[in-house]
């Protein structure tokens, strides 16, 4: 079973977490469901970039983004070349290191 290695984010996670998780969930769904509450404002619609999140390894691994993707990610906070949206990036065989980046875009927290 694939892992997903979160570093560690002052808020949302001090000490880093490893999540076990199959193929074919997104990103997002899997840090929710271990109870590390990302940022999703649109309810992982593709319509925001809360869950922006960055691929430290394990970027190729996973499908690439599309044109709504990257026209979002466009006004992400710290954009860099391995930023994602979590809730669009789909886990696949391979195991990823990510990290969440310090901000968002969004003012307040939602705290979902």
Known sequence: MPQI???PHHELCPEGIIINI??????CDALLADD???EHACEMSSACTTC???LREGFDSV???????DD??????GLEPDSRLSCQTI??????????PKYTINQVSENH
Do not use: F, P, R
Request: net charge negative.
């Open 72 to 77: 979002l990610l466009d006004k992400a906070w």
């Open 5 to 7: 290695i979160v570093l």
């Open 63 to 69: 499908e690439e983004s599309d044109e709504i993707e």
């Open 36 to 38: 590390v509450e990302i």
């Open 91 to 100: 886990m696949g065989n391979t195991d990823l290191v990510i990290e969440i």
């Open 52 to 54: 922006h999140v960055y």
């Open 22 to 27: 199959q193929s074919g969930v997104s990103i």
